[in-house]
């Protein structure tokens, strides 16, 4: 089956709202039209709105980098798929390895907030990924799969179909080193099969993409594989050159 690939920028906390804005425009300037890849990008919370609103008539959509799973109440600091929503994103990153590392993050907690992001009709980006010690140590298809049914408990069958999986193994997150092709296509079909068991057919339907170090260099390779439904990107999504060139190396088209 044909799944829509995509390509999703995480601008992490660099970019403030007027370099957001120069970023959004020289990538809808020099990419008007995206043809057949969805493009997502995350600004950081406080510039979602007023990002969302610049975007608003363009193919690109926003995404929060994180949400709280509760929608409302006293929880100082944190902000809710409700708001999100409001603010104009439909996306949301959920336990990226950076939550997980700084802020804590159990597979509990991303569990309350994917469940959280669909009953606020936001789509997950469900990030998951070993360490360099657990896939030195024979570890990745234990952990993967930890990962991937503790994220998913209680997830419905028509929420699968919506669901976007990011396979980032956090030793090449941010760090140069990309996963091989090889390993890439590995977990991403133990993670296919691990859906099938769990919901069917419908896990034909899940997006599962790649992020970890994608660069225009090696994009075109890594989007080729069967089971790799687009990417991740971190550093390369704050140059509009280097994320036009993913886009494109994803089947995107320069012609309206
Ligand atoms: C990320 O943070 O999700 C990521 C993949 O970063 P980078 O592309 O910089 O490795």
Redesign the pocket.
């Known amino acids: 089956m044909k799944r829509v690939p995509i390509i999703a920028g995480?601008w992490?906390l660099n970019l403030t709202e007027e370099e957001s804005i120069k970023l959004v425009r020289e990538i809808h300037y020099n990419l008007p039209f995206s043809g057949e890849v969805e493009v997502i990008i995350a600004p950081t919370l406080l510039n979602l709105s007023s990002i969302a609103k610049h975007l608003k008539k363009s193919y690109i959509a926003v995404s929060a980098q994180n949400m709280y799973f509760e929608d409302k109440g006293a929880f100082t600091g944190e902000c809710s798929g409700k708001f999100i929503k409001e603010a104009g994103a439909d996306y949301v990153i959920i336990g990226?390895s950076?939550r997980r590392q700084f802020f804590f993050e159990t597979d509990e907690i991303i569990n309350k907030k994917i469940k959280a992001a669909f009953r606020n009709n936001l789509i997950p980006i469900f990030?998951i990924g070993e360490t360099l010690k657990e896939r030195e140590s024979g570890e990745v298809e234990t952990k993967i799969e930890q990962q991937v049914l503790n994220g998913l408990i209680g997830i419905k069958q028509e929420e699968i179909q919506k669901l976007i999986i990011?396979y980032?193994p956090v030793w090449?997150?941010?760090?140069g080193t990309t996963a091989s092709p090889e390993q890439v296509e590995n977990v991403h079909k133990m993670i296919r099969d691990l859906l099938f068991t769990k919901y069917g057919e419908l896990a034909e339907y899940t997006r599962i993409i790649y992020?970890?170090?994608?660069k225009s260099s090696n994009s075109k390779e890594l989007l080729s594989l069967p089971n790799i439904d687009g990417a991740?990107?971190?550093?390369?999504?704050l140059k509009a050159e280097d994320f036009i060139n993913i886009i494109l190396n994803a089947g995107g088209s320069k012609l309206c």
């Open positions: 995480n992490k990226h950076e990030c990011a980032e090449a997150i941010g760090t992020g970890g170090s994608v991740l990107v971190g550093g390369a999504s």
